[in-house]
């Protein structure tokens, strides 16, 4: 009897063993599958379905493949409060590009509280001058930022010095450094404020030159003025560099960044490292599918390039 008894209690420890090891397995598993859900979860919100309806006539669906980078004056941000900060939480995803260089941000904490209401959106913003400050806007599940955006040429690139910034793209995996600028405005070819804009393109290029020649470079912003007026001849006549927008600037006003003059003064210049990866520059024309743009949001359109 005693025997029997030590025999069934053996037979129900190993029982219970048994038993407890097939839990530790499934709770693994249930680790694992909520380890890949997780993941999931990164890719859906990386991957984009479709463009509102809204939008459709002015926005073009983009991909993760792609590394797509936009600037954007965005005139005295937001220039109408909080209609201009709940019409870009919804035109940014609609948009949907990887990093997006901003001028004149008006209002530092607007544009903190426009961050914390993009979801899967990070940014930095860099107090440059007082005021119009210049910053970044960068989707987290495209974008590793290197280097965090700081000012350099704080003496000689006036009245605004320019914010660098370095960042990889996950899925290219090209890595660029960014100058986010805005030139001193106004003036015609021989004016003070066009060459104050010269002055700042040769000290921009010769930076570059002299300490990033082998680096990918975007130089991205409100040039203020056109490529062929005179103050950027540096650029064009060195082989380092080509502007992305150059065709757009060529062509039709239809299609130039400051539709109210008609004028094309914002640019995306790039280096020789990238010509190979460059595939288009557009302008965003959310005018023809927004009203009261001007008085809304801007009185710039964004302009965007695109790398594989």
């Not at 757009?248 to 094309?264: L, Q, R, T």
Request: with cysteine; glycine share 4%; aromatic share 8%.
């Amino acid at each position: 009897m005693k025997i029997l008894l030590n025999k069934n209690i053996i037979l129900f420890v190993i029982i219970g063993l048994l038993f407890l090891q097939q839990c530790d397995e499934i709770h693994i598993a249930e680790n694992k599958s909520l380890d890949n859900y997780e993941n999931l979860t990164d890719t859906i919100n990386c991957q984009f379905n479709s463009i509102h309806s809204a939008y459709s006539s002015c926005l073009t669906e983009l991909s993760d493949t792609t590394l797509d980078v936009v600037t954007w004056n965005l005139k005295f941000f937001p220039i109408n409060g909080n209609a201009t900060l709940g019409l870009l939480e919804d035109i940014i995803p609609n948009m949907n590009a990887d990093i997006i260089a901003i001028q004149e941000i008006n209002n530092i904490s607007d544009f903190n509280l426009l961050l914390k209401n993009l979801n899967g959106w990070q940014g930095e913003v860099i107090n440059v001058n007082g005021s119009l400050d210049l910053g970044y806007i960068y989707k987290e599940c495209e974008i590793e930022v290197l280097e965090n955006s700081s000012i350099v040429l704080s003496e000689s690139v006036e009245p605004r010095p320019a914010v660098r910034i370095k960042i990889r793209h996950k899925s290219t995996g090209l890595e660029i450094t960014l100058f986010n600028i805005h030139l001193k405005c106004c003036g015609v070819t021989g004016s003070d404020d066009a060459n104050r804009r010269e002055a700042a393109s040769k000290t921009l290029q010769s930076y570059i030159n002299n300490n990033l020649s082998n680096e990918n470079i975007i130089v991205l912003g409100d040039w203020n003025d056109d490529i062929h007026d005179g103050p950027f001849e540096n650029f064009l006549n060195d082989t380092n560099f080509t502007f992305a927008d150059e065709e757009i600037a060529n062509g039709s006003s239809n299609n130039w960044s400051y539709p109210s003059w008609p004028s094309h003064l914002d640019h995306i210049l790039i280096s020789k490292g990238l010509f190979d990866n460059f595939l288009e520059t557009k302008t965003i024309k959310l005018d023809s599918c927004i009203n009261n743009v001007e008085s809304n949001i801007s009185d710039h359109r964004a302009v965007m390039t695109r790398f594989e």
